[in-house]
């Protein structure tokens, strides 16, 4: 081992040869010099312009009068996520070449995405209103729905993949992804941008909670923390990748999902279901169930052995 | 869908105009024009200045000289965090429309408590020492009790809780459940300040904890990771909004709860016992118990089909 | 309680003096007046930059042309990494009584282990590629590997576990725990640097994850969120303090852990097996097999009444 | 001398108890225990606000659309102007004992304040486009007066001049005068908020000039670096104290004074008259006039003696 | 005025109108919606490259060891510097409409220009280190070399002057004047890039020294604060504006010219001449002169009468 | 010239290699590999926390009540000054290897000069005072002493001009000069730390006053901007470097200089003197003088011709 500075700078200047060699072959091009990526601080300034202009009156860092905010703010806010959101969905187009047929005009395919996901605000807002009416109504320790805006991280959550949805929806490559990311980093809460979810989608505490790419939730759903909802296992292509085909479950209007619960595979969990927490479920569930974990062994001990 | 930048402007300003016109009718006001909400940024500060005036040995960025730490430092944190509190629990009263008794003088109301508060600073230290020691007993892998306040997220989340409760027994609404939320994004712990908890609580790993409204939890009480102390079922009032009565459970003393269990309803968990990992526990236990989850399905296959 | 200026005044400085007198004995010393801990805010720093040498091609700021990337940029790296590193673990050393051998030449050994940290990082780069190719075979819904670096919770939480194991090899006490509690922080998953984790390990989603200091887990091992791989109990010292011996799993070769499930104490899970979601086991598994939760209870209500 | 760290600290804490009672008795009051001073930090805030406002094509960070910044950011800026003026007028008013009349409605008179001089920005504006247009006519090495704009230092001098005569014009004590010494520091030029200034002022260069509070300039003139329009000498009032009487230049039109020139007292410079360089002039001077220094002292040395 | 906030919005909404509608007609565009004009913070940090590539001991935030240096962070710099400067020479030819013969191909004649100016950077060292040392050959107060470097604003001033020179005489516009108005800010010291310096130049203080653009400036010469090197006049074109001539001095070698003096129009200061503090001078001076301000007036007075 | 990004590389790559291969060899040498130079932002901060120190009513952030500042804020920020200097003054003696006999122990010595400059502070202050009172007694523009210290540039000169005196006296070598540069450039005003300067010093304006090392200033003395306190010429030591004698004036009690003068050479200007402004003074000035410029040259013109 070195025993001065010399012998320290031979060790690290033979590193950097060695780092400078590794040749990484991986299975997609990054778009060539000169095309940056994603960049996850523009990504999160979008998401803060996002919070101001749907909940206007909880996120400025100095609230501006009504007026101004009504007539001004809400305009440069909308101004700016459309700039932001079109360089960095001109960014991920580049990144991506699966979606070949867009990139001899990738910045004007980024223009339209941009604002036709701008044009879609407006009814985000709405299904976000019905997330916040549904937490309101299933918990008894909030006092009123401006709490629920303010402190809960499902909220985060839900924000973070209804505008990612929308992007996903629109052929929009990796930054949905980026974004449920963001807040699942944030929260616990990993809801894949492709999943499809229904009104009034109330998730409480929330932390491990997992929810497919191919899930599909009715309205009125409700999930607690640890919940997954993911897949049991896929077939390989030829090229030994997993395919992409339906592989979540299917959950129906006014179904409840405690703690720790894990449900599995392309199944269906009929409407006006209760899973009861930290059950494992592979199996289709008709409506109107309750399904509980099997009873668990207990017995008295005194002798301080522990289990 | 638009074309070019004159379109685009219309989509935009056409936007602008739906956010602007939506009318959002929350349950509660916000205090009106000119009332500022509590800010994140500053309780972060104060959730700082706090970690420096309990653990004064570990969280100055240049650590200052014993002296000066013991006679002035002590002095400047508590003073900035008074006059910090004071704003935050002004703005947490403004809020919330509930608490009108002490609208008529919300600055000296708030000035009363946050020095109230203070003044319990030397308790919370005090129970704070017995819970990193709890940690210490209970986990070969740490060296000393030092390294458990600087790396263990249960630290964190308990000095937040910890302080949020008192905050919560003063009856300041909004800023307690601020605080923990902060523990719990950094930690995936999630602890309602109205919880209350005994002396010497250790919680291991900890994500995915949650700890309701309502639990009351006694000495040397030992969680890990993921286990839940929730609610079952809640009754609506006329209003159809949740009733918030006692719901979750009360754990006696010298119990400990392994990962991922869940356990729901103001049941009671007796005095030294075990409740397993991974079980769904919904009806009181008697002292010096064991429970465990039923046994597993446990097969050989040689066939590669998977589960 | 105080009623104006004068009296908070009296209340702080009253808590004060109380907290200045707080006299709490800890059982190991901080290294005396003049040593600093080491610094959260330069660790970050120096895992930033480790993911700048590891994927040269993704997290760079601007992206600097290949050339200069491969001649200059990866050596700058490496030279701020090894100063960065040797201040660290130095200040690491000065904390930790325990390892009294290397106190008379601290600033020499930091610089030999950081030197040779260095030299291990071709090494750590090879590791993680097949962990990234062990998700991309895994996950249907990810596109290329380069996704994969990009967005994947579970790569943050490889590159810090798998960098701090290092260190941890070497000797070096507390730096690289606080390594492995960043990640946590920001993922859920909880690994601790003791643990040895073979090639092509892959986790998905991951929040929850605990995989505990005396894990030995194999090739081609893949764990889902909420995977638990602990310690069941442990014997007491003569002082009361738990015997650090090995106390958590072994996982052979080949194996899948669905979320939930808790895998506790020095057991042996042989290869080829699959543990299903939501099961606690706490005996040996042989080879080839599969493990399930037994089956829920289940039942049709239509009378609304819950769980 | 201290020898060791008890002495320092001894001497540390002998000089704090020094400081602590070292009472000043300042000749006004500061307004008392919470009114805050205003801030320098917001107030190059507002000149920033300012400079998008009257310059919307050159000072955004990011350029907005057209559309967008006409329609959506002034409003957004003038808001935010008016807000952030409000405030440290009112603190500027609370500073000053002398401004009694207002001190029982403080906030009403700021906001009064504030409004008044948002609404004379658009004549502000006008003016200062005939000062880049003087300075445009005035410099050869100028190509347009976009450059003017973006480059001269000048135009800083005369945007806060111009902003801090219209608050010194209503009254506001000791903002305008903060507003001139920022852009003192930034450029070398001083001028008081006081001074009255035509159309058409043109500075060059900048550096060192002077121009005292009563000074009275007409249109069209020209001044370089180094000039001084100040007082020669003052009266004393009962007290001891200078009395503010006019005691600078009145400087009529057309004008051009060039470079380290000092003019002195309450004179007059009549019409289109031509100061020279580095002259001392302390009397009237009639218009049309030219004043030159009288000729220097030269002769020929080859003896490398110096001066 | 308003009383109330009603009126204080009409008052706001009815100036962001006026200021809206103002319509400027610059004598230039400004490359359209979408052309960013260059960012000061960019030039500074390019200033701020330039500085630690040219004195790489001195201006490196943590000091890397001289081996990294010289091998890896030169290169990196010059890499950013290199970057950088391609896109502000890019910004500043599309913002002037005068350099038509490049828009077609601003990309790459901004590259070249920018790998041009690089390639001349040794030399420019060079030059600078002829500056340090006729600094420290004529200032008996400072006692090495690296005083020169790490204190005086005269090397800010001459870095960036040499550096906007070289940019100046490859064509670039606007870039070069914002360089040296940031030096000017900082230090006072005016120097026009178009300006013709020789070696071993040297400004003593610099405060208010002034070089015009057309100066031609030899070897050895030295210059101190309120130096003004400048036009007396000039003639105008057929639109009113002043024509681009010759105009300033020209300074021959071994010149000495003392604080505030001013040195005027397109005449010629003979080599090894001085010019004394505070004279004002239009006419040729032949070398070895020594010029001098005729004798002050001087008596005695004992009235306290002052000036 | 390059064509394309391959001869971009080149150039660049050429360029790399010149500027590691430039060797300049400074006559003196930088203390060694791992001796940091004193750093800018450190000393910035140490002028901050001493502004704190000395105004403590107006230059705090969140200004604290009137009991903490006294009790805690002056004792911290005493502490952190102390600490900040030792570090500053232990890097300047690394520097300057004429001050060899403090090398052996540079830490040591550190904290003593550290120790012994900030016993000095409450003189320190005394002197400020002072100076405030002169500037308040001189200027009919200012209406309280409390906006001398919150506008005046003067005070800023002072404060850094005082405080670096004291480390030049104690040896510092370095520190106090970077110290003053400072303030000269944020004010224009160029004090040397080697220059005495009594008590009621008042500079007014500012911007361009020189005052040279061996300055020697009594009491009561008044200077304007642009006001030189230079030296004439110096003798060279056997090396060709100016030798460090007394070379610069000696202004007596009471003596005011106006705008731009040049008072130049070991002259004495005698107590109770007035000098006017643009002379040129290279001789003693007896008691009571006034000193005034010969009379301009001055004629009317109607022609248009200009000077």
Redesign the interface.
């Known amino acids: ?3 001065n ?1 010399t ?3 031979k ?6 040869t ?3 060699e ?1 040749s ?1 072959s ?3 091009d ?1 778009g060539g ?2 095309h ?3 960049s996850v601080v523009t990504i999160t300034e979008i998401i803060k312009t996002l919070k101001q ?2 909940f206007p ?2 996120f400025y860092n ?7 905010m ?7 806010d ?3 996520l ?2 932001l959101l079109q360089r960095q969905i001109a960014c991920s187009l580049h ?2 070449p ?1 979606t070949v047929a867009v990139v001899d005009g990738i910045e ?1 395919v980024s ?2 995405v941009a ?2 996901t ?2 879609e ?2 009814e985000l ?2 299904m976000l ?1 019905t997330d916040i009416r549904a937490i ?6 909030v ?5 629920v805006i ?4 499902s909220i985060k959550a839900m924000l973070n993949y209804r505008f990612a949805h929308l992007l996903h929806r629109l052929g929009v ?2 930054l949905p ?2 974004i449920t ?1 963001i807040a ?5 809460i ?1 809801i ?1 941008p ?1 999943a499809t979810i229904g009104e009034y989608f109330s998730i409480d ?1 929330g ?2 909670v ?1 929810i ?2 191919t899930c599909i939730i009715g309205c009125n759903v409700t999930v ?3 919940v ?1 909802l ?5 077939s390989l292509d030829s090229n ?6 339906p ?1 979540h479950p299917i959950i129906e209007d006014n179904v ?1 999902i ?5 449900v ?1 595979g392309r199944i269906t969990i009929g409407h ?1 279901t ?1 899973i ?7 199996h289709d ?18 002798d301080g052995a ?2």
Chains 1, 2, 3, 4, 5, 6 share one sequence.
């Open positions: 081992m070195p025993a500075a012998d320290f700078t060790v690290l200047s033979q590193t950097v060695r780092l400078s590794t990484v991986l299975n997609n990054l010099y000169g940056v990526l994603p202009l749907l009156e909880f100095n609230k501006p009068s009504e007026e101004a009504k007539h001004y703010h809400i305009g440069v909308v101004d700016r459309f700039s990144f991506n699966a004007s223009g339209d604002a036709r701008i044009s605000l407006p807002k709405r209103y309101f109504n299933n918990d008894p320790a006092g009123n729905e401006a709490e303010l402190c809960y991280p490559p990796l992804r980026i990311e699942h980093s944030e929260t616990g990993d894949h492709g505490h932390t491990g997992v497919g790419e607690y923390q640890g997954t993911g897949a049991k296992n896929f030994g990748h997993p395919v992409n085909v592989r409840t405690y703690s720790n619960a894990s599995l006006d209760t009861g927490g930290n059950v494992w479920v592979t569930v008709p409506p109107y169930s309750r399904v509980l974990q099997g009873q668990p062994r207990s017995e008295i001990f005194t522990g289990i």
